[in-house]
């Protein structure tokens, strides 16, 4: 792991130890996962079964939906309600928020900045219950909703077994984060950064996103080979990590309701796609894409701070919540 004086980029994890060492490899990881959440808040995962064929399939997929016409993506709309967070988002659309504390209350700063991007997002196939997926004419692409099912099932397991691995390295029961899993309320998007005109990013016209954190008990990013991820820094506020793209990882982050679950003791950090390269006879900056699934705990359930994490010299730092209450009020702040 990089020391605080030199480190350039953010800790890789192998997790191969967890799949195939048994249960001191199991404890090893975890340990090792926990560890980088307190002082970064972000890492690589490697060797964490989810195959390179599977991960290119679905970035090929994504590049089919977005080269679609935007009427033919107009097909599935997302809702007005920020929290049904299903569908198609056009660009400039959502717009990243980030919360802030003032006194003792939660607020959300937000910015009129645009984000230059597109998205596409489905949630569990298996539980339309509250929030359906939508999806594009089966005639306008053919299979896709297959192909995004399947994969979003692929991220369901592995983060399984990433709250595995962090119960272990909090010295808790291997099971006790999958209590509060068992709806698998999680998030599969897709994302597209189109050529950007540099003088507006430059200028703060436009941003790829903004800094900001994720909502929910973590984020499973794969990221493709253009770049532009960065990471705030663990010890120097506003100074951000590139965290660039290695081949079949991936990036794995805590989120704002974990570390408020932790009562502050793991990390959700700041983040921020910046812009790419760019051409330097057009000055358009280069095409991106990734692939984000966030886990989130089921909505009913209702968290208060962990053991382990408060006592006499360390109050608890929040009230009790359900995830429900939690995402709402602040993806209701994105749209």
């Known amino acids: 792991m990089p020391s605080k004086e030199t480190e350039s980029s953010v800790p890789i ?19 090792q996962m926990v560890s980088v959440m307190k002082e970064y ?41 920020g929290s049904y967070h299903r ?7 959502e717009k990243a928020s980030q919360a802030i504390f003032m006194d003792g209350e939660e607020r959300i700063k937000t910015e009129n900045v645009p984000d230059i991007k597109e998205s596409f997002d489905i949630g569990n196939p298996e539980d339309n219950s509250v929030y359906k997926n939508l999806w594009p004419d089966a005639q306008d692409i053919p299979e896709f909703q297959n ?5 979003w099932a692929k991220c369901n397991v592995t983060s399984k077994l990433f709250l595995r691995a962090i119960a272990l390295g909090m010295n808790l029961e291997e099971e006790f984060f999958l209590d509060y899993h068992k709806k698998s309320e999680n998030q599969l998007r897709l994302l597209h950064y189109p050529p950007t005109d540099e003088a507006n990013l430059k200028t703060g016209k436009a941003e790829r996103i903004g800094a900001h954190t994720d909502f929910g008990t973590l984020t499973m990013l794969l990221q493709d080979e253009c770049g532009g991820l960065q990471v705030e820094h663990p010890y120097q506020k506003g100074v951000f990590l590139p965290a660039p793209y290695i081949k079949g990882s991936i990036v794995m982050n805590t989120g704002d309701f974990l570390q408020r679950w932790s ?32 886990v989130c705990a089921d909505a009913d359930k209702v968290i208060d701070a962990l053991e382990g994490t408060y006592g006499d ?19 209701n702040a994105t749209y």
């Not at 195959?51 to 997302?78: R, Y």
């Not at 569908?87 to 659309?93: A, I, N, P, R």
């Not at 921020?272 to 330097?280: E, L, Q």
Request: with cysteine; charged share 20%; proline share 8%.
């Open 313 to 331: 010299m360390v109050p608890k730092k929040y009230e009790p919540i359900t995830s429900g209450e939690y995402l709402t009020m602040r993806l």
């Open 147 to 151: 192909s995004m099912e399947q994969y």
């Open 13 to 31: 994890v192998d997790f191969a130890p967890f799949l195939n060492g048994g249960q001191e490899g199991k404890v090893r990881v975890g340990k």
């Open 263 to 294: 009562n502050d003791t793991l990390k959700s950090t700041l983040h921020r796609v910046t812009a790419p390269p760019v051409n330097s006879e057009t000055g358009i900056s280069k095409v991106r894409y990734s692939i984000p699934y966030f």
């Open 87 to 93: 569908g198609y988002s056009s660009l400039g659309k």
């Open 41 to 81: 808040g972000f890492m690589y995962i490697t060797n964490h079964g989810i195959l390179q064929k599977d991960q290119d399939a679905i970035f090929e997929w994504s590049k089919k939906f977005f080269a679609m016409p935007t009427e033919n993506k107009m097909k599935c709309p997302h809702p007005p309600l």
